[in-house]
């Protein structure tokens, strides 16, 4: 799961068109810098959230509409790139983050509708959009999303994923009631049962990559919860302020190292038919 295996990518590019230029992925690779960043970007979407909510004053709905126009702005700016740049492309990701977060949020605190009706929701708009994304390009695969419409697609899965993710993490939050550390155990253990089963076991690649994905999600809540909230409640006590100000940090230090490096860049050739 550390990659989607460059072999997948080969037999899905299909055939290389000869004398045309490259054409770029609009993703980085999956690698554990992949991994780590994300976790990271969805721990700074819990506590960012509660942060703009709580000490701004903001509340949901407000907190809700200027984090959706910031995401806009983004998002274009990211569809104008012609290749991957970590800056945009992890700018988007903990934008997405936050707004997939209060989406779920507003749903249940706002309107008052059952976490297990959210999460059944966004389970069946995730399998909707992968079923479109598929049906149309036939492939779920994040190594070509080298398209206006499969970047629609892939953003549109990712926004999914956290809503999803949020919701499900909350339900069984709930209902297990096991505190923030042994949640974050819990789903820490659910991701690396999905890298068992893909590495020993020949899980299909692109599944247990989207899997991961939404399970990254309630991890990162479960750290930043743990991380944020009072020692009465089960957390260290750090704070939002706190503990948002040095996840991003550390996502910064991340993103300058893979602009400088170019760790996570994958390049394709443009192809003649799409996949």
């Given at each position: 799961?550390?990659?989607?295996?460059?072999?997948?990518?080969?037999?899905?590019?299909?055939?290389?068109?000869?004398?045309?230029?490259?054409?770029?992925?609009?993703?980085?690779?999956?690698?554990?810098?992949?991994?780590?960043?994300?976790?990271?970007?969805?721990?700074?979407?819990?506590?960012?959230?509660?942060l703009?909510?709580e000490?701004?004053?903001?509340?949901?709905?407000?907190?809700?509409?200027?984090?959706?126009?910031?995401?806009?702005?983004?998002?274009?700016?990211q569809?104008?790139?012609?290749?991957?740049?970590?800056?945009?492309?992890?700018?988007?990701?903990?934008?997405?983050?936050v707004?997939?977060?209060?989406?779920?949020?507003?749903?249940?605190?706002?309107?008052?509708?059952?976490?297990e009706?959210?999460?059944?929701?966004?389970?069946?708009?995730?399998?909707?959009?992968?079923a479109?994304w598929?049906r149309?390009?036939?492939?779920?695969?994040?190594?070509?999303?080298?398209?206006?419409?499969?970047?629609?697609?892939?953003?549109?899965?990712?926004l999914?994923?956290?809503?999803?993710?949020?919701?499900?993490?909350?339900?069984?939050?709930?209902?297990?009631?096991?505190?923030?550390?042994?949640?974050?155990?819990?789903?820490?253990?659910?991701?690396?049962?999905?890298a068992?089963?893909?590495f020993?076991?020949g899980?299909?690649?692109?599944?247990?990559?989207?899997?991961?994905?939404?399970?990254?999600?309630?991890?990162?809540?479960?750290?930043?919860?743990?991380?944020?909230?009072?020692?009465?409640?089960?957390?260290?006590g750090?704070?939002?302020?706190?503990?948002?100000?040095?996840?991003?940090?550390?996502?910064?230090?991340?993103?300058v190292?893979?602009?400088?490096?170019?760790?996570?860049?994958?390049?394709?050739r443009?192809?003649?038919?799409?996949?």
């Open positions: 799961m550390t990659s989607e295996t460059s072999r997948t990518s080969t037999a899905a590019a299909g055939t290389t068109a000869p004398g045309l230029p490259p054409r770029w992925n609009k993703v980085p690779e999956v690698t554990v810098y992949f991994w780590v960043i994300k976790v990271l970007c969805t721990t700074v979407g819990e506590t960012a959230a509660d703009l909510n000490k701004a004053g903001l509340g949901l709905t407000g907190v809700s509409l200027l984090m959706s126009a910031l995401l806009a702005v983004v998002l274009v700016v569809f104008r790139t012609r290749a991957y740049r970590p800056a945009v492309y992890w700018l988007a990701v903990a934008l997405i983050s707004v997939g977060t209060l989406v779920s949020d507003n749903l249940t605190d706002n309107m008052g509708v059952a976490l009706t959210t999460t059944t929701v966004f389970a069946i708009a995730l399998a909707v959009a992968f479109a598929y149309s390009e036939r492939s779920l695969s994040i190594h070509h999303i080298d398209t206006g419409r499969r970047e629609a697609f892939y953003w549109l899965a990712v999914f994923t956290f809503a999803l993710g949020t919701s499900a993490g909350d339900l069984l939050a709930e209902r297990l009631d096991l505190g923030h550390w042994l949640s974050a155990v819990l789903f820490a253990a659910a991701i690396a049962a999905i068992i089963a893909r020993a076991l899980l299909n690649a692109v599944w247990s990559f989207w899997i991961a994905y939404v399970l990254t999600r309630p991890l990162g809540a479960s750290v930043g919860d743990y991380l944020s909230q009072p020692t009465g409640d089960g957390g260290l750090l704070g939002t302020v706190v503990t948002s100000v040095l996840f991003l940090a550390v996502i910064l230090g991340l993103v190292l893979l602009s400088v490096t170019r760790k996570d860049v994958t390049e394709q443009a192809v003649q038919q799409h996949v």
